[in-house]
Structures are given as C-alpha cells and as structure tokens.
C-alpha cells in the first residue's frame, strides 16, 4: 500500500478572495498583516417571509475568468461556480508559467497523457439560492414554470461540474460538504485518490458565496466570506524542491475537551516541538483558537476572524493560507491548517517547503515576495 | 474488503429485509406523492417512504427537522448492530461516509404554499445538520466525510470508505447515501418535462421520464481479516472502485457514455477481471429517453464479452432515489449475490430495441449464482462512481 | 410583450438569443437549434419556459419537443391564437 502522507506537491494556487491579488498578499495577511475594512451589505429574499438582514461583507467579487477558458455556455452559470472556474483555471495554469517544476503535463487544460485529473471541491453554499429560487418560483407560478436551466444548479456540484465541464477534466469529480473540515478532506481525498492509481493529479478547491439564503447557514458575528481558491496538486518526487503537503490525520475529537484533543492532534503531526512555524485554524469557536494561542507554541492565525467564515471551503482556504505563506517565506518552512467543528470533527495538514525556487520570481513565477515568519497575528 | 452489515430505508419501509422483499415480491413502490400538495402538477407520483415507516422511527432515532438526517441516522444503527459493532464507546476507530444530493434543503420545501415562501429556521442552509441524528445515536471517532457529487453520491461514500479503510484510517466505515424527496426537485424535473406521469421503466421504448424516491442505504465496511478474526463472516467483498466524469454537459451524459465507460474498465482492471466475469450489472437506469439508451450503449461497449452483459435497474420499483439510489442499490447488490437472484427489470413491458446490445432481466429476475455485480451511478454535473462488489465466501469474487 | 395575445418576433428572438448565448442575428427561422445553434436541451426547454411565462400560455410535452427552429416556435405560438407581429 503506497504511503498517503508526503506524497503531493503543490503545482499551482488559483485565488479569488476579495481584497487579496495574489498568494502574496495573502501570505502578508498570514504574517499578521492589516486586514482590510468590511462593509456592511444589505441581502434580501424577495417574495418570502425573511427580511432583509445587514452582513458584514466584502463587495462581491469578480471572477476574472481567464480567456483561455472564457467564451459561451458562462451566462447561465451561478457566480459560485465562476469564482470555482477562474480559481481552478489559476491554480492549473500556474504551473505552465515556470519553476520549479511543472504540472505533469504543461497546464491542466492542456492534459496530454499525464493520466487523468481529478476535481474535488468543498462548498456548503453551492447551488443553495438557486434551491431557494426554484423552491419561490414553485410558490410563486404555476407548475412547470420554475426555470428549468437554474434546477440542475440547485445541488452543491455546480463547481466541481464546471470545472470538470470547461476545463476538459474527466477523472475522479467530488464534491464534499459540511463544516470547515471538509475543505481538509478534499485535500485527503485527493491525496487517496493519487496514492491508489485513481489519478494523476488533482484541482482541489472550495468556495462560498453570499446570499440572504446562505447568511441564514452561517456562524453569527464573522464576515460573510465570499471566494473561491484551489490548488493543484501532483505527486512530488524525493529530493524535488518545492510545496509539499506533509502527514496529515483526520478524526473526531472528545467534544467535551476540544483543547485538549486539538493539542493532542497537533503533537500527532509536529512531535512536541519545533517544526511548523505557525498553524492556520479553520473553526467558527473563537474561544478555542484563542485557547491554542495561549500555548505560546507557535503563532495561531483564525481564517474565519481574518477572512471571514466561508462554511465548507474553510479547510481547504487554511490549507491555501499555508501554501501561500510558505511560497513567500524562505525555506524551509512549514505551516500547520487545523480545522475544527463543533461537533468534534477535525482535520490537520502539514504543508511544507524545502529547497530554494529556481526562479527569483517564486515558486509559480508570479510577484511573490518573501514576508517575516515572526508574528503572532491572532 | 468486506461488507460487514446493511441498512436500510426506503420506499419498501425500514430495514434492508424489507427492501429485498420488496424486490424480490417485484413490488413497484411508485405512487402518488402524499407529503406535498401536486395536485396542479401534471405529473404526482414519488417513490416515498411510507407513513407507518416514518413514524416508526420515533422509537428508534430522535426527532430532527430533516427527516434524511433520520434515514440516515436508522440505517446506520442497523447497519451496524447487522454488522455485530457496538454503536457506542470510543473503543473501535469508527468513521462516516456518507453521500447526498441535497443534504437538508428539503426542509425548505415545507414553506412552499401558494405566494409567499414561508421560511421555515435555518436548517436547510446547514448541510452538516445532515450528520447530527446519527452523531447523537453513533459514537464517531474517526473522520465524518459528508459528499454531495450528485446522483452517484452513495458509491463517491463506499469508495472514499473503502479507501480510509485500506489505508488503515479507520478500522469500521460506516458508508451511506441518503436523500428526503423534495419538492424543489419534483418542481424542476416538472419544468425539465422529464417526470413519469405513471411509472418509470427503464430501457423500455415507452419510457417517459423518472421518479423521485427517497430512503438511505448503508454499508459497513472492514478489512476481511478483521471481520474473521472477531467472528464475523462477509456479507459481500468489495473488490474495486472507479470514479470519472464526463466533462461534457451539466445535466446530459457523454453521449458516448465516457465516464461510465471508464469506470467499468477502472473497476475490472484493478480488480484483475474481465467483462465475462461480470454476472449481473446493476444499472443506473433512471427511465429517462436519453440516458438510459447512452447507459446500455456504454455497458455494451465496456463490457463487450462472450455474452451480453446482464442488466436490470430497480428504479422502476424504488423511482430514482437520488442520494440514496447508489448505497440502497449496493445493498441489493449484495443481497442478489448472497441469494442468488438477478433481480428483474420490474416495469419493463417492451426492451428499447436501442438497448439491443444488453441482455435485460425479465420482470420475473433470474435464480442463478452470482460471483461479481457491477453497480454504476451518474447524475447531473456529469460524476460518474462505479462499485464492483463480489460474493462473500469467495477469495477473489 | 406586456399584451396576452401579442408579440413580436423580435422580442422572441432577442429573448431567444439571450438564452441561447448567441447573436440575434443568428436566430434565423430556419437555424436549427441543435445543429446549428448548438444548444443543449435544457437550453431550449429555458426557452419554451419563458415563453409559457411571458405570454401565459403552455405548449405540450409534444409541441415542446416538436421544436426545431425559431420558425416552428412562432407557427405554434400563431397556432395558439397569438398574434405574433414583425
């Protein structure tokens, strides 16, 4: 049986996140960086009992839809699915651009013989105001009427498809959902799905977006996030410098003692000391991650404080926190994504570097540029 | 690996004896739907669980606003007590897998009356509430994974469950799908004009359309040698799983039937099997005009052999159960090699001649052994997730 | 197309077009919308839906299968008794 953990190497990183250009920007956030201001934003359900409710939330972002892959059949698609497209378009190109390695074949929307590409993405908002469309035009007008082209977009696919559709990807297509952890296991399951022969490679991303309809599902008192991020992924080779995705455990902790259980799960992966030089925790319990950064043990960043709370796509943004933050700090660095729900449900990735670019450009010839890996940002 | 227990909800009632029942009784289980007031809708049948069924789980699983969550949290208990694995206690490395298509959201469709919709709490934009019925009635202590792929949700769950359990993650995993009919689906498959007024039957010329069904199908799966070594005995093996897509549309298959093409190849490849090892094939079979004609081309094609490939879907007895059609279909996979029954294609009056290239089962199935059933699903988005799944008592199938 | 009874086959083309991700000049009525538009049958069911919507009446499963072109579309609208102007 081929080992799980230590076998993925980051080939690129696609980003749509409001206020964040590039991996960069988003490892200066990491470091402890200014976050930017939030706006409050009124949503609305038109033709239903919900009010209006006030949000703090970032302006809707653009999807800057990369032209290789623009063109017909994107009008009807809802905008969670576009962000997905022109993440996942980002982060399987990224790699054609330069060092130090490349994709196993020179760009994912150009697939050659690399053997197939799985798609996984984590999202609880997916496809959740098209549901609550139908389920209004079905209160509203006369059976048979509802949209036919919005049904089909009403189930939580609608990114994995699309990717899978525009980007010509026929392996493995998985979408998970849930808390913050299932961005985590996306990860996880890209890394089984490689390590048994289902793939060759793998677009693993989550995203959110915000409508009176996913306000209702969210935490109370963070930012409503919206975005979308993805990385691609490959096997790494021994030796090979580069972003790499460590050991990584998935369990379910005893609820009644979740600092406790967290520690636990942060000893099974980094030993007692030393290694990661900080941890991205995805978690909508403030309290805990407040606890863990009382340890002292390493800096402890809160995406949902930071960024907001973005439901399934959580994990999957820690795990592209910590990528970006190890692109842009020197190697080796290491960096922790820890997400935690309340139910107890609970995974840890450990996403290294080593070696040095080959390029004075960084690791996917983009502007990135080196940050401190002092702080404690929390 | 092994199958070590089932359960069930669906159509038929609670319990996967009373879903085999069902099947082998050649019970259709379509009926006017009686959740919902269709009395406008042009089409009003649904597969539904019944009543009695549902109001039986009171004794067994506590209240939730979702009753999928219920389904789930049944299925998984007697999966589990089947499989002889104590449900609580934090002494086993226990994880969840678990597929759906549209988590909770069905509990929004109860606001839906004439004018305004009428907002029931906030359940239905929490898809993790999925999981909390089973969390209350099962002590997990490895990972919960909860998938929502599409249709092929219950195979994504017994494949990622496989794969914990291979990888030594967990010792038992619990793999399920689970859907609650829903409105808002009846709603777009009115508007998509692809609803069986009557009944769905798959493969025949005269198919009009599906039929959504409801229920939750689990699986608990272990490594055989654990199974033997506490006492226990394979209901089934699981001897391999493949996934594709087909990159092609968002709610119509490859019409070369791609993916699935993949996945049959996939799954006898690493399973070391041929075409002509395959002794029944499970099919998807929703009763729509264009799928089920690009679904017998396809198994046609990948499993091309000395003989036809054997075929029947059990969608014209439990409708198309969506996120739990895959996991309630593995069951009966299960039960048919344990038994040694084909189940038949129910509904079917008169073969598609386009479906020519499939041998399809009679209404009546067939009495023979079975070694090795395929069981494929697709859905919208284009996902396709494939489970070969062979006899107990045999090493290789 | 605010009158029942009354519309003009520019409107349904611009609506067509809107659909269909094409330019309304494309929409010809003899352009057929598989082959030649290359829509996808969800695309023409959105179509049929909208029409059934704005003008208040319904076609049949039938009648909507049955079409092929922008020209079949308006022969079964004026088949309904609606006045479809230029």
Redesign the interface.
């Known amino acids: 049986m081929p080992p799980v953990d230590d076998c993925l190497a980051v080939r690129g990183l696609g980003l749509r996140l409001p206020g964040v250009a590039d991996a960069a920007d988003l490892a200066r956030l990491v470091a402890g960086g200014p976050l930017p201001p939030v706006p409050l934003r009124r949503f609305e359900a038109p033709d239903t009992d919900l009010g209006p409710v006030d949000r703090r939330t970032q302006a809707p972002v653009e999807p800057r839809i990369p032209a290789a892959v623009a063109g017909r059949g994107l009008r009807a698609l809802p905008p969670e699915s576009l962000l997905a497209l022109a993440a996942a378009a980002d982060a399987g190109t990224a790699a054609a651009g330069g060092p130090p390695d490349r994709w196993l074949a020179p760009s994912v929307l150009d697939p050659a013989d690399a053997g197939p590409a799985a798609v996984l993405w984590a999202s609880s908002s997916a496809g959740l105001t098209e549901y609550a469309t139908i389920c209004v035009e079905a209160s509203t007008l006369d059976p048979g009427l509802s949209s036919p082209i919005i049904g089909p977009a009403s189930a939580f696919n609608g990114p994995a498809a699309t990717v899978s559709i525009r980007l010509g990807i026929d392996g493995p297509n998985e979408t998970l959902t849930g808390g913050t952890t299932a961005g985590l296991a996306a990860l996880v399951e890209a890394a089984r799905l490689v390590s048994y022969g289902d793939a060759a490679r793998a677009l693993v991303g989550g995203s959110a977006t915000v409508s009176r309809w996913s306000v209702a599902g969210l935490a109370d008192g963070f930012v409503a996030g919206e975005g979308a991020g993805c990385l691609a992924v490959s096997p790494g080779r021994d030796g090979e410098p580069g972003i790499r995705l460590g050991r990584f455990h998935r369990t379910t902790l005893d609820r009644s003692d979740l600092a406790a259980g967290c520690r636990d799960l942060l000893r099974t992966v980094c030993g007692p000391a030393g290694g990661p030089v900080a941890a991205v925790v995805s978690t909508l319990d403030t309290e805990l991650v407040r606890t863990l950064a009382d340890d002292r043990v390493r800096p402890v960043w809160h995406l949902e404080r930071a960024l907001g709370d973005f439901g399934a796509a959580g994990g999957l943004l820690a795990a592209a926190c910590a990528v970006a933050y190890c692109a842009s700090a020197p190697a080796p660095t290491s960096v922790l994504a820890l997400a935690i729900e309340p139910s107890g449900n609970a995974a840890i990735l450990e996403v290294s570097s080593w070696g040095a670019p080959t390029s004075s450009s960084g690791w996917w010839g983009d502007n990135s540029r080196s940050v401190g890996v002092s702080g404690s940002p929390t | 690996m092994a199958v070590s227990g089932v359960g069930a909800v669906s159509a038929a009632g609670l319990g996967a004896d009373a879903l085999w029942t069902a099947v082998t009784e050649r019970r259709v289980l379509t009926g006017p739907v009686t959740r919902f007031d269709m009395s406008r809708y042009p089409a009003r049948c649904g597969a539904e669980v019944p009543a009695g069924a549902v109001a039986d789980l009171d004794a067994m699983v506590p209240g939730h606003e979702s009753l999928a969550a219920r389904f789930l949290a049944a299925g998984a208990l007697e999966a589990l007590r089947h499989a002889g694995i104590p449900e609580q206690g934090r002494g086993r490395l226990l994880g969840v897998f678990v597929g759906t298509v549209m988590a909770t959201r069905p509990v929004l469709d109860r606001g839906i009356g004439s004018g305004r919709l009428d907002v029931p709490g906030r359940t239905w934009a929490d898809p993790d509430a999925l999981l909390a019925t089973l969390r209350e009635v099962v002590t997990v202590t490895g990972p919960t994974v909860l998938f929502a792929p599409g249709c092929a949700a219950g195979n994504s769950a017994v494949a990622a469950g496989a794969r914990a359990v291979a990888a030594g993650e967990v010792d038992v995993a619990v793999c399920g799908g689970v859907s609650e009919l829903s409105l808002e689906i009846l709603a777009m498959f009115t508007s998509l004009r692809a609803l069986a007024v009557d009944t769905v039957r798959p493969f025949d010329v005269n198919r009009r359309g599906t039929i959504p069904g409801e229920g939750a199908g689990v699986l608990v799966l272990e490594r055989v040698d654990r199974l033997v070594a506490r006492g226990g005995r394979p209901l089934a093996r699981i001897l391999a799983c493949a996934a594709a897509a087909d990159a092609h549309n968002p709610t119509q298959p490859h019409p070369d039937g791609n993916g699935l093409v993949s996945t049959i190849h996939g799954c006898l490849d690493r399973a070391r099997l041929t075409s002509d090892d395959v002794d029944w094939v499970c099919a998807h079979g929703t009763g729509t005009q264009a799928s089920d004609g690009i679904e017998a081309r396809a198994v046609a094609k990948a499993l091309a052999g000395r003989r036809r490939p054997v075929v029947s879907s059990i969608k014209g007895q439990f409708g198309h159960a969506e996120g739990a059609a895959a996991a309630l279909e593995a069951i009966v996979a299960v039960r048919a090699l344990a038994d040694g029954l084909v189940p038949g294609n129910v509904t079917l009056v008169e073969p598609d001649p386009a479906c020519g290239g499939i041998d399809l089962v009679e209404p009546a199935g067939r009495r023979a052994p079975l070694g090795v059933v395929l069981s494929q699903a697709f859905g919208f988005g284009g996902g396709v997730s494939t489970v070969l799944l062979g006899r107990g008592d045999r090493a290789t199938g | 197309m605010a009158q029942r009874g009354v519309v003009s086959a520019a409107v349904l083309r611009d609506l067509a077009a809107?659909?269909f991700?094409?330019n309304p000049d494309e929409i010809t009525e003899g352009a057929a919308f598989y082959e030649d538009l290359g829509i996808?049958?969800?695309?023409k069911?959105?179509f049929v839906?909208r029409i059934?919507?704005q003008l208040g009446v319904?076609l049949t499963?039938e009648e909507?299968?049955g079409l092929q072109d922008f020209g079949d579309t308006l022969a079964v609208l004026r088949d309904r008794g609606i006045s479809v102007g230029p």
């Open positions: 809107e659909i991700e094409v996808d049958s969800v695309q069911v959105e839906v059934e919507r319904r499963d909507a299968a």
